[in-house]
Protein backbone atom coordinates (compact mmCIF):
# COMPACT_ATOMS: atom_id res chain seq x y z
CA UNK A 1 0.00 0.00 0.00
CA UNK A 2 2.78 2.30 0.90
CA UNK A 3 4.56 1.88 -2.22
CA UNK A 4 1.13 2.59 -3.79
CA UNK A 5 1.42 5.99 -2.37
CA UNK A 6 -1.80 5.32 0.15
CA UNK A 7 -1.24 7.25 3.38
CA UNK A 8 -1.39 3.90 5.42
CA UNK A 9 -2.35 4.09 9.30
CA UNK A 10 -0.78 1.33 11.32
CA UNK A 11 -2.88 0.63 13.73
CA UNK A 12 -0.68 -1.45 16.39
CA UNK A 13 -0.64 -2.12 20.29
CA UNK A 14 2.91 -1.88 21.15
CA UNK A 15 4.19 1.91 20.73
CA UNK A 16 7.84 0.94 19.88
CA UNK A 17 7.07 -2.06 17.97
CA UNK A 18 4.74 0.15 15.86
CA UNK A 19 6.79 3.50 15.28
CA UNK A 20 9.42 0.93 14.24
CA UNK A 21 7.41 -0.50 11.68
CA UNK A 22 6.29 2.77 10.57
CA UNK A 23 9.76 4.04 10.37
CA UNK A 24 10.86 1.27 8.29
CA UNK A 25 8.40 1.43 6.06
CA UNK A 26 8.68 4.92 5.47
CA UNK A 27 12.94 4.18 4.51
CA UNK A 28 11.79 1.22 1.77
CA UNK A 29 9.07 3.14 0.10
CA UNK A 30 10.23 6.56 0.20
CA UNK A 31 6.61 7.19 1.19
CA UNK A 32 6.62 9.51 4.41
CA UNK A 33 2.55 9.15 4.91
CA UNK A 34 2.98 5.43 7.21
CA UNK A 35 1.92 6.57 10.47
CA UNK A 36 1.40 4.93 13.89
CA UNK A 37 -1.45 4.77 16.21
CA UNK A 38 -1.57 3.24 19.17
CA UNK A 39 -4.48 0.55 19.40
CA UNK A 40 -5.05 -2.03 21.84
CA UNK A 41 -8.01 -4.25 20.77
CA UNK A 42 -7.62 -5.55 24.30
CA UNK A 43 -9.70 -2.52 25.74
CA UNK A 44 -13.09 -1.27 24.23
CA UNK A 45 -12.05 1.85 25.99
CA UNK A 46 -9.09 2.50 23.72
CA UNK A 47 -10.62 1.11 20.73
CA UNK A 48 -13.54 3.84 20.86
CA UNK A 49 -10.53 6.50 21.97
CA UNK A 50 -8.29 5.21 18.81
CA UNK A 51 -11.47 5.57 16.64
CA UNK A 52 -12.29 9.22 17.96
CA UNK A 53 -8.92 10.51 17.29
CA UNK A 54 -8.84 8.71 13.59
CA UNK A 55 -12.05 10.27 12.69
CA UNK A 56 -11.25 13.95 13.94
CA UNK A 57 -7.22 13.23 12.21
CA UNK A 58 -8.02 11.56 9.26
CA UNK A 59 -10.28 12.61 6.62
CA UNK A 60 -10.95 9.04 4.38
CA UNK A 61 -10.97 5.47 5.25
CA UNK A 62 -11.03 3.70 1.69
CA UNK A 63 -9.81 0.26 3.33
CA UNK A 64 -10.25 -1.26 7.00
CA UNK A 65 -7.92 -3.93 6.99
CA UNK A 66 -8.53 -6.52 10.48
CA UNK A 67 -5.62 -8.26 10.73
CA UNK A 68 -5.43 -9.37 14.85
CA UNK A 69 -4.61 -12.47 15.75
CA UNK A 70 -3.37 -14.14 18.97
CA UNK A 71 -3.95 -17.26 21.07
CA UNK A 72 -3.23 -16.33 24.34
CA UNK A 73 -4.72 -17.30 27.48
CA UNK A 74 -6.62 -14.60 29.86
CA UNK A 75 -9.12 -12.31 29.32
CA UNK A 76 -9.51 -8.50 28.50
CA UNK A 77 -10.04 -5.19 30.95
CA UNK A 78 -13.41 -6.02 29.89
CA UNK A 79 -13.49 -9.19 31.00
CA UNK A 80 -13.95 -11.52 27.85
CA UNK A 81 -11.62 -14.05 27.35
CA UNK A 82 -8.30 -13.03 25.02
CA UNK A 83 -8.94 -14.76 22.12
CA UNK A 84 -12.75 -13.54 21.89
CA UNK A 85 -11.95 -9.89 23.14
CA UNK A 86 -9.18 -9.36 20.49
CA UNK A 87 -9.78 -12.07 17.46
CA UNK A 88 -13.38 -11.12 17.33
CA UNK A 89 -14.73 -8.57 19.39
CA UNK A 90 -12.26 -5.96 19.42
CA UNK A 91 -12.70 -5.58 14.93
CA UNK A 92 -15.89 -5.68 15.81
CA UNK A 93 -15.95 -2.72 17.72
CA UNK A 94 -14.02 -0.99 15.47
CA UNK A 95 -15.41 -1.74 12.24
CA UNK A 96 -18.95 -0.82 13.36
CA UNK A 97 -17.30 2.79 14.54
CA UNK A 98 -15.68 3.42 11.58
CA UNK A 99 -18.30 1.99 9.36
CA UNK A 100 -19.71 5.96 8.69
CA UNK A 101 -16.30 7.35 7.61
CA UNK A 102 -15.99 3.72 4.98
CA UNK A 103 -19.54 4.70 3.80
CA UNK A 104 -18.55 8.13 3.55
CA UNK A 105 -15.88 7.31 1.45
CA UNK A 106 -17.53 4.90 -0.55
CA UNK A 107 -16.14 2.30 -2.95
CA UNK A 108 -14.73 1.16 0.18
CA UNK A 109 -13.72 -1.77 1.55
CA UNK A 110 -13.76 -3.90 4.84
CA UNK A 111 -10.83 -6.92 5.23
CA UNK A 112 -11.03 -9.23 7.76
CA UNK A 113 -7.92 -11.69 7.91
CA UNK A 114 -9.68 -15.07 9.50
CA UNK A 115 -7.61 -18.45 9.02
CA UNK A 116 -8.04 -22.04 7.39
CA UNK A 117 -7.94 -23.03 11.11
CA UNK A 118 -11.88 -21.62 11.19
CA UNK A 119 -12.77 -24.47 9.29
CA UNK A 120 -12.17 -26.52 12.53
CA UNK A 121 -14.24 -23.87 14.86
CA UNK A 122 -17.63 -24.06 15.30
CA UNK A 123 -19.53 -21.32 18.07
CA UNK A 124 -20.79 -22.58 21.28
CA UNK A 125 -22.81 -19.65 22.79
CA UNK A 126 -24.18 -21.10 25.91
CA UNK A 127 -20.23 -20.83 26.46
CA UNK A 128 -19.95 -17.28 25.31
CA UNK A 129 -23.24 -16.10 27.23
CA UNK A 130 -22.08 -17.98 30.39
CA UNK A 131 -18.23 -17.73 30.62
CA UNK A 132 -17.87 -14.65 27.95
CA UNK A 133 -15.43 -16.93 26.21
CA UNK A 134 -14.59 -19.39 23.01
CA UNK A 135 -13.71 -22.09 24.43
CA UNK A 136 -13.09 -23.60 28.42
CA UNK A 137 -9.78 -24.46 29.78
CA UNK A 138 -6.28 -22.65 28.64
CA UNK A 139 -3.94 -25.92 27.73
CA UNK A 140 -2.60 -25.50 24.19
CA UNK A 141 -5.00 -27.62 22.78
CA UNK A 142 -7.71 -25.24 24.04
CA UNK A 143 -6.34 -22.45 23.27
CA UNK A 144 -6.00 -23.81 19.39
CA UNK A 145 -10.06 -24.69 19.97
CA UNK A 146 -10.71 -21.04 21.13
CA UNK A 147 -8.34 -19.81 18.18
CA UNK A 148 -10.03 -21.81 14.99
CA UNK A 149 -13.65 -20.38 17.13
CA UNK A 150 -12.43 -17.00 16.86
CA UNK A 151 -11.59 -17.22 13.21
CA UNK A 152 -14.89 -18.54 12.24
CA UNK A 153 -16.16 -15.40 14.38
CA UNK A 154 -14.08 -13.32 11.51
CA UNK A 155 -16.17 -15.21 8.38
CA UNK A 156 -19.58 -15.01 10.31
CA UNK A 157 -18.48 -11.34 10.96
CA UNK A 158 -18.29 -10.68 7.50
CA UNK A 159 -21.08 -12.74 6.44
CA UNK A 160 -23.61 -10.60 8.11
CA UNK A 161 -21.63 -7.41 7.84
CA UNK A 162 -21.70 -7.52 3.95
CA UNK A 163 -26.13 -8.25 4.28
CA UNK A 164 -25.93 -5.21 6.24
CA UNK A 165 -24.22 -3.06 3.44
CA UNK A 166 -25.87 -4.15 0.50
CA UNK A 167 -26.84 -0.67 -1.48
CA UNK A 168 -23.64 1.06 0.39
CA UNK A 169 -20.99 0.72 -2.31
CA UNK A 170 -18.76 -0.76 0.86
CA UNK A 171 -17.88 -4.22 0.61
CA UNK A 172 -15.65 -6.64 2.97
CA UNK A 173 -14.09 -9.75 2.68
CA UNK A 174 -12.52 -12.56 4.37
CA UNK A 175 -9.26 -14.43 3.70
CA UNK A 176 -6.59 -16.75 4.92
CA UNK A 177 -3.20 -15.51 4.34
CA UNK A 178 -1.24 -18.74 4.57
CA UNK A 179 0.54 -19.99 7.09
CA UNK A 180 2.69 -17.05 7.57
CA UNK A 181 6.36 -17.01 9.57
CA UNK A 182 5.15 -14.79 12.42
CA UNK A 183 4.44 -14.30 16.31
CA UNK A 184 1.38 -15.62 16.67
CA UNK A 185 2.37 -18.44 18.33
CA UNK A 186 4.23 -16.84 20.44
CA UNK A 187 2.92 -17.69 24.24
CA UNK A 188 2.56 -21.46 23.35
CA UNK A 189 4.55 -23.07 25.88
CA UNK A 190 3.75 -27.17 25.63
CA UNK A 191 6.95 -28.56 24.23
CA UNK A 192 5.08 -31.22 21.62
CA UNK A 193 3.21 -28.30 20.25
CA UNK A 194 6.00 -25.91 20.26
CA UNK A 195 8.06 -29.14 17.72
CA UNK A 196 4.98 -29.53 15.45
CA UNK A 197 5.19 -25.62 14.94
CA UNK A 198 8.41 -25.26 14.50
CA UNK A 199 8.36 -28.13 11.88
CA UNK A 200 5.28 -26.03 10.40
CA UNK A 201 7.49 -23.29 10.12
CA UNK A 202 10.11 -24.42 8.70
CA UNK A 203 8.39 -26.46 5.72
CA UNK A 204 5.26 -24.82 5.13
CA UNK A 205 4.98 -21.78 6.31
CA UNK A 206 5.45 -18.51 4.25
CA UNK A 207 7.00 -14.93 4.54
CA UNK A 208 5.09 -12.09 5.41
CA UNK A 209 5.28 -10.63 2.00
CA UNK A 210 3.65 -13.90 0.41
CA UNK A 211 1.14 -14.20 3.12
CA UNK A 212 -0.18 -10.61 2.89
CA UNK A 213 -1.21 -11.01 -1.17
CA UNK A 214 -4.35 -12.79 -0.45
CA UNK A 215 -5.21 -9.50 1.27
CA UNK A 216 -3.99 -7.04 -1.23
CA UNK A 217 -6.09 -9.16 -3.72
CA UNK A 218 -9.03 -8.14 -1.52
CA UNK A 219 -8.47 -5.15 -1.04
CA UNK A 220 -7.07 -3.95 -4.50
CA UNK A 221 -8.66 -6.87 -7.17
CA UNK A 222 -11.23 -4.60 -9.39
CA UNK A 223 -14.93 -6.42 -9.84
CA UNK A 224 -14.93 -8.59 -6.79
CA UNK A 225 -18.02 -6.64 -5.06
CA UNK A 226 -20.11 -8.65 -6.13
CA UNK A 227 -18.55 -11.24 -4.14
CA UNK A 228 -19.05 -9.25 -0.85
CA UNK A 229 -19.22 -11.21 2.55
CA UNK A 230 -17.24 -14.34 0.61
CA UNK A 231 -13.77 -16.00 1.83
CA UNK A 232 -10.85 -16.35 -0.34
CA UNK A 233 -7.31 -18.24 0.08
CA UNK A 234 -4.54 -18.01 -2.00
CA UNK A 235 -5.96 -15.16 -3.69
CA UNK A 236 -9.10 -17.26 -4.95
CA UNK A 237 -12.90 -17.84 -4.09
CA UNK A 238 -13.51 -20.53 -1.85
CA UNK A 239 -16.47 -22.19 -0.59
CA UNK A 240 -16.59 -22.00 3.14
CA UNK A 241 -18.77 -24.67 4.82
CA UNK A 242 -22.48 -24.33 5.67
CA UNK A 243 -21.98 -22.97 9.76
CA UNK A 244 -19.66 -20.41 8.24
CA UNK A 245 -22.13 -19.01 6.16
CA UNK A 246 -25.68 -20.04 7.83
CA UNK A 247 -27.71 -16.93 7.99
CA UNK A 248 -29.28 -17.51 11.62
CA UNK A 249 -25.05 -17.79 12.98
CA UNK A 250 -24.17 -14.86 11.86
CA UNK A 251 -26.94 -12.81 12.38
CA UNK A 252 -27.21 -14.28 16.12
CA UNK A 253 -23.00 -13.87 16.62
CA UNK A 254 -23.62 -9.84 15.56
CA UNK A 255 -26.11 -9.70 17.97
CA UNK A 256 -24.46 -11.26 20.92
CA UNK A 257 -20.86 -8.75 19.77
CA UNK A 258 -23.67 -5.58 20.06
CA UNK A 259 -23.96 -6.87 23.80
CA UNK A 260 -20.52 -7.10 24.46
CA UNK A 261 -19.77 -3.89 23.50
CA UNK A 262 -22.49 -1.68 25.05
CA UNK A 263 -24.32 -0.84 21.56
CA UNK A 264 -27.63 -2.04 22.93
Known amino acids: ?73 GRTEDGLGMILGVNHIGPFLLTNLLLERLKECAPSRVINVSSCGHDLGTIDFECINTHKRLALGSSDADLFRAYTHSKLCNVLFTHELAKRLEGT ?68 LVQVKPEARDDGIAKKLWDVSEKFCGMI
Open 169 to 236: KVTCYSLHPGSVRSELGRDISEWHTRIIKAIVSKFWATDPVSGAQTTLYCALQEDIEHLSGRYFSDCQ
Open 1 to 73: MAVRGARVILACRSKQRGEEAARELRMETGNESVIFMQLDLGSQKNIRSFAENFLKAESRLDLLINNAALATP
